[in-house]
Nanobody, 123 residues
Framework: QVQLVESGGGLVQPGGSLRLSCVVS????????MGWFRQAPGKEREFVAS????????YYADSVKGRFTISRDNAKNTVYLQMNSLRPEDTAVYYC????????????????WGQGTQVTVSS
């Protein structure tokens, strides 16, 4: 059974930083593209960032470009999202996802999902 477990969320002040981790079990992710998505209350789930299986290419939503960095450690079967200069509008549940079908920013094309971790940016 494939499981993705996110951690690292929490409450942070505007301008602060958090680092999210996503540990995958039950499957080696070395051939999978990985992504982070988020969903705020009353809004649809939206793409945040993604990374190809090799880690050589990354993609970001315009709203987080220059502030967030996605990375991966295939040896640890783990994906990270470093979030800097956080804003109140970044408040959401953040989800990690894996896809066997090659890189994509489309949520429905991801095959495996975590349960999410809450990020709250507030003073």
């Amino acid at each position: 059974q494939v499981q993705l477990v996110e951690s690292g969320g929490g409450l942070v002040q505007p301008g602060g930083s958090l680092r999210l981790s996503c540990v995958v079990s039950g499957r080696r992710i070395s051939s999978d593209a990985m992504g982070w998505f988020r969903q705020a209350p009353g809004k649809e789930r939206e793409f945040v960032a993604s990374i190809t299986w090799s880690g050589t290419s990354t993609y970001y939503a315009d709203s987080v470009k220059g502030r967030f960095t996605i990375s991966r450690d295939n040896a640890k079967n783990t994906v990270y999202l470093q979030m800097n200069s956080l804003r109140p509008e970044d408040t959401a549940v953040y989800y990690c996802a894996a896809t066997r079908g090659g890189h994509t920013i489309v949520a429905r094309r991801y095959d495996y999902w975590g349960q999410g971790t809450q990020v709250t940016v507030s003073s």
